[in-house]
């Protein structure tokens, strides 16, 4: 059994706080992202990514786990487990976790309680790793149309690699140059100061 959270509680007990933040995680994976103070942000945050954890697993135990922590009583609650399970998990399949963000935003107006946008951290882990994948994606479905011409002997291949890889090379000795020719410049704008 989990040690309980040290010091107060958001709600009145244990039971009223576990209600109060499955419903916070109902509404972060119905909107995507909410607006809420910075201590519910932070106490939401292991609850929202535990339940994307069961959902990325897809499985009909996981989907019963959740829907026991949203209790889904009602059609809205159904439709909101249904879209963690068929959009936002598959979106977060390639992430090993931090699925929220939260920033922090200043305080509210009334009673001056710091406050913080939570969200779903829905883009791809890195923009290197996207681009990757798309290349993977158009080299497979340009594969099959290579297959389909005629194929060459292999002696000629290799002479396309090496002509292929030969630009490629003068790219990155030329933007070495252009390092070169920069470096000097700021050397002597620095001795000028």
Same mark, same amino acid.
């Given at each position: 059994?989990?040690?309980?959270?040290?010091?107060?509680?958001?709600?009145?007990?244990?039971?009223?706080?576990?209600?109060?933040?499955?419903?916070?995680?109902?509404?972060?994976?119905?909107?995507?992202?909410?607006?809420?103070?910075?201590?519910?942000?932070?106490?939401?945050?292991?609850?929202?990514?535990?339940?994307?954890?069961?959902?990325?697993?897809?499985?009909?135990?996981?989907?019963?786990?959740?829907?026991a922590a949203i209790s889904a009583r009602t059609n809205t609650?159904?439709?909101?487990i249904h879209e963690l399970f068929t959009e936002i998990a598959?979106?977060?399949?390639?992430?090993?976790?931090?699925?929220?963000r939260i920033t922090k935003i200043g305080n509210r107006k009334?009673?001056?309680?710091?406050?913080?946008?939570?969200?779903?951290?829905?883009?791809?882990?890195?923009?290197?790793?996207?681009?990757?994948?798309? @290349?993977?994606?158009?080299?497979?479905?340009?594969?099959?149309?290579?297959?389909?011409?005629?194929?060459?002997?292999?002696?000629?291949?290799?002479?396309?690699?090496?002509?292929?890889?030969?630009?490629?090379?003068?790219?990155?000795?030329?933007?070495?140059?252009?390092? @070169?020719?920069?470096?000097?410049?700021?050397?002597?704008?620095?001795? @000028?100061?």
């Amino acid at each position: 059994m989990p040690a309980p959270t040290k010091g107060p509680r958001l709600g009145g007990g244990p039971a009223h706080e576990r209600l109060m933040l499955n419903n916070l995680a109902a509404a972060l994976f119905e909107h995507k992202r909410i607006t809420t103070t910075v201590t519910k942000a932070k106490r939401l945050r292991p609850v929202a990514e535990r339940l994307i954890t069961f959902a990325k697993r897809g499985d009909l135990a996981s989907r019963r786990r959740v829907q026991a922590a949203i209790s889904a009583r009602t059609n809205t609650n159904k439709g909101i487990i249904h879209e963690l399970f068929t959009e936002i998990a598959p979106q977060l399949s390639e992430r090993n976790g931090g699925y929220t963000r939260i920033t922090k935003i200043g305080n509210r107006k009334g009673d001056n309680a710091p406050m913080a946008v939570i969200e779903l951290v829905l883009e791809p882990v890195s923009a290197k790793q996207a681009v990757v994948k798309e @290349a993977e994606k158009a080299a497979e479905k340009s594969a099959p149309k290579a297959e389909a011409t005629v194929e060459a002997p292999a002696e000629e291949t290799a002479a396309e690699e090496t002509v292929a890889e030969a630009p490629a090379e003068a790219e990155v000795t030329e933007a070495r140059a252009e390092d @070169a020719a920069e470096a000097p410049a700021e050397e002597k704008a620095d001795d @000028a100061k």
